[in-house]
């Protein structure tokens, strides 16, 4: 294996913190990775990783090499970012982290597009909703739907979703309509293990009134599809964005709840490291989301169409 691989995968390791990891962010087998750090430590004629049966650490040897190693990588990507900027072509790989629901509805559609327009782009894009480290885990951007706090990270705004309080039909004509927050605590409720809101939901009254009221999620997801697949069938009140119910209420599968309480808005924001010596590979790709999403909001209780129709 030759030496550059070698090194990649053994920083793949030490960011994965297995070979299993490891393994599935390089797309190889477990063994393969095995194989290619103990290749590397026997071509040094050093011992980089320390390894027991719960965790790997780094050998003082192996943090002077994985720091080393980290600057080398980090110059290739830039080598073939000066590459693009010349050419006026975007080349390399791009680490994308999204959530999970809204990159498979309002994401995946557009991935096609993106790569048809830039060829020399590599996209390797993960799905799950944890709040990632882009910078100790590698990614150039991240899709997040928050409300922004201070960060050190830089940001563009995409769109707007709001998150409401739903139910299907059935449950509400079996255990009756909520007309103030703290009815909430009488009722089953289903709630998203992620969620800034957490188990004590807060909301303000059209009147500027706010109320709290403590909940107790019969049924907790860390996914928002899992989360409306219960709502759907009945089986409590859920928080949910309209990005992901729009078709629900369109259809009145769903029903919000609570009226008289607006529903919080949150940004959709495409996060990045840094907008110091910012690549073009993740300039181009800021520039094709916000592109995509220039005229869609779910700011309302109505979801409008996705974005994938907008990038061409």
Known sequence: MDRFREMETFVAVVEAGSFVGAGESLRVSKAAVSRSVQELEARLGARLLQRTTRRLSLTEAGRAYYARSKQILADVEEADGAVGAVTGQPVGQLRVNVPFSFGLRHLAPLWGKFLARYPGIELDVSLNDRLVDLVEEGYDLAVRITRMADSSLVSR??????????????????????????????????????????DLWRLT?????????????????????????????????????????????????LVPVLPDYPPPELGIYAVYPSRKHLSLKVRVLLDFLAE?????????????????ERAR
């Open 157 to 198: 705004r995409l769109a707007s979703t709001r998150v409401l309080f739903c139910a299907s039909p059935e449950y509400l004509a079996e255990h009756g309509h909520l007309k103030r927050l703290a009815d909430v605590t009488r009722h089953a409720v289903i709630g998203y293990s992620y969620s800034q809101f957490g």
């Open 205 to 253: 009254r059209r009147d500027g009134v706010e109320e709290e009221a403590l909940t107790r999620p019969r049924l907790r997801a860390n996914n928002g599809d899992t989360c409306r697949a219960a709502a759907l069938a009945g089986q409590g009140i859920a928080l949910l964005p309209t990005f992901l119910i729009g078709e629900d209420l369109h259809a009145g599968r």
């Open 292 to 308: 995509a999403f220039a005229e869609v909001s779910w700011a309302g209780c109505d979801a409008q169409a996705g974005a994938s």
